[in-house]
């Protein structure tokens, strides 16, 4: 059994081992880009855009975006460019469109999709950091006698690292620069505008880009959305509200479903009983002792799996924990790839004035998630309240002057981005239209007949929904421990 040590996980930011904006206008990218068959399918087209390290000092150094294209399906049909704005922060937009997933098959007839790898991730001169410090955070868990001291001492250490070997982009990694480097991207596609698809931590850039080039937008979709106006507590809050909500209904499936592993018994007294071995040290991997299984890590284990949701698999792993008997041929979370520390700080200035101030809020993520009793988030802005490097797209309500009604699409229950943020964005906004899937899980537009239809209707035809639509919710199609959760852990 291998259980997904989520908040740990997080810790490995953007780490390989070993080692002010300007104002709206004409991007200043390369004319064109050179494209050829990419390496690892040569039905898509891979190439480079050339953007300065800081959009306020170009002539103070470039890096190199990586784009990849699949060209429209139907050219006869084509309506023009669909920028595909990977989650994360971390997700590569070149895979998506290397894979060919994500939109259906009447947007891929309509438009060239492109997708890119934002500046300081993957393909695009990753921030790179000293594995050692990761491989080795303090405690993070106030009852377990964490220190605020501790933690910020690491954040800093952590972030001086990234610096030595990642060089000055790291003042720079924020969301408002991948938004100018989207610009570029536009101006070199020959486009006078584009088509925006933004998932997750995605719909953050898509709003980034609205708000400087509102008129060079045809269209926008914010799946999952993600609310950048949130002070410390409100974003710690809602993240906590939003794992208990979705716990809740695994715990009601788990009631009714006899296939449920845990069925019947009461799931959330079976996760509570965990919890407290886990906050005792008394958990650990079944038939492993080596291997502890902390307080942050049976909460990132929950959390990771309501993104599917992924139900059936939960028992399994709660079941498996509980009894310390693996079941043979039970499939469970892989290992959770990294996040990018640096891009989420670069687009927060979260702060713990105190030890008092800090705890404070991890009783309130337990207050607000009694069962769950808190989030991934909680490591995550942890580490950004003092981390050294510039924060430069800090936290404020989105405002839009312009451009195309936006289509915002949000499951009741999402993990991650929750409902409540995307009320509040469609609300900055204005011009909008809030869809709601009446379900589960992070990412909707493909959930059903309803969300597909109006996905195409909004690109293809330009119609939005009526406003406050709702999509009927559909059961999850895997309920059984056939496949696996998503194996990145954030937005």
Not at 365 to 382: C, D, I, Q, S, Y
């Amino acid at each position: 059994m291998r259980v997904s040590t989520g908040p740990r996980v997080a810790l490995a930011v953007v780490l390989v081992a070993g080692i002010g904006l300007a104002g709206a206008g004409t991007a200043a990218a390369d004319s064109g880009i050179e494209w050829a068959p990419c390496p690892e399918n040569a039905a898509v087209e891979c190439g480079e855009v050339t953007v300065p390290i800081d959009w306020a000092r170009p002539g103070k150094g470039t890096i190199d975006i990586a784009v990849a294209r699949r060209k429209a399906t139907d050219p006869d049909a084509r309506i023009g460019t669909l920028l595909f704005l990977p989650g994360g922060p971390g997700g590569s937009g070149v895979n998506t469109v290397l894979a060919g997933g994500r939109l259906p098959a009447d947007i891929a007839a309509r438009f060239d999709i492109v997708g890119f790898d934002p500046r300081g991730t993957n393909r695009s001169h990753p921030v790179v950091c000293d594995a050692a410090l990761v491989a080795n955070p303090p405690e993070q868990v106030p009852d377990l006698g964490a220190r605020l001291s501790e933690m910020t001492a690491y954040s800093k250490r952590l972030g001086r690292s990234c610096r030595e070997h990642t060089g000055p982009l790291i003042d720079h990694v924020d969301t408002a620069s991948v938004a100018r480097d989207m610009d570029a991207l536009r101006a070199a596609l020959g486009e006078r505008q584009v088509s925006l698809y933004g998932i997750s931590y995605g719909t953050l850039t898509g709003q980034m880009y609205a708000e400087r080039f509102p008129q060079r937008v045809r269209a926008m979709v914010l799946d999952s959305v993600f609310d950048h106006s949130l002070s410390t507590t409100r974003f710690l809050a809602s993240e906590a509200r939003a794992a208990e909500d979705g716990f809740g209904q695994f715990v009601a499936w788990c009631e009714q479903d006899a296939s449920c592993a845990l069925h019947g018994r009461d799931a959330a007294e079976v996760y509570a009983g965990l919890y407290e071995k886990a906050l005792a040290g008394e958990l650990h991997v079944p038939g492993d002792p080596t291997r502890p299984v902390g307080p942050l890590d049976l909460i990132g284990v929950a959390v990771n799996h309501l993104y599917g949701p992924h139900w059936a698999e939960l028992a399994v792993l709660l079941d498996e924990l509980d009894s310390q008997r693996p079941q043979v041929g039970a499939q469970v979370a892989p290992e959770l790839t990294p996040m990018p520390l640096a891009s989420f700080c670069g687009d927060h200035d979260f702060d713990f004035r105190s030890q008092r101030e800090w705890t404070k809020a991890w009783r309130m993520m337990n207050r607000e998630a009694p069962t769950v009793r808190g989030h991934f988030a909680w490591t995550l802005v942890t580490l950004c309240a003092e981390w050294p490097a510039r924060t430069g797209n800090p936290q404020h309500r989105t405002d839009i002057d312009g451009g195309p009604t936006v289509l915002l699409m949000n499951a009741q229950y999402d993990p991650a981005t929750p409902h409540e943020w995307a009320t509040s964005v469609a609300r900055q906004i204005g011009d909008s239209v809030l869809l709601t899937y009446d379900g589960w899980g992070h990412g909707v537009h493909n959930r059903s007949e309803c969300t597909l239809g109006a996905l195409n209707r909004y690109l293809i035809d330009g119609i939005a929904p009526a406003p406050d639509t709702h999509c009927a919710a559909v059961p999850p199609a895997q309920l059984t421990t056939a496949g696996s959760p998503p194996t990145t852990i954030g937005w």
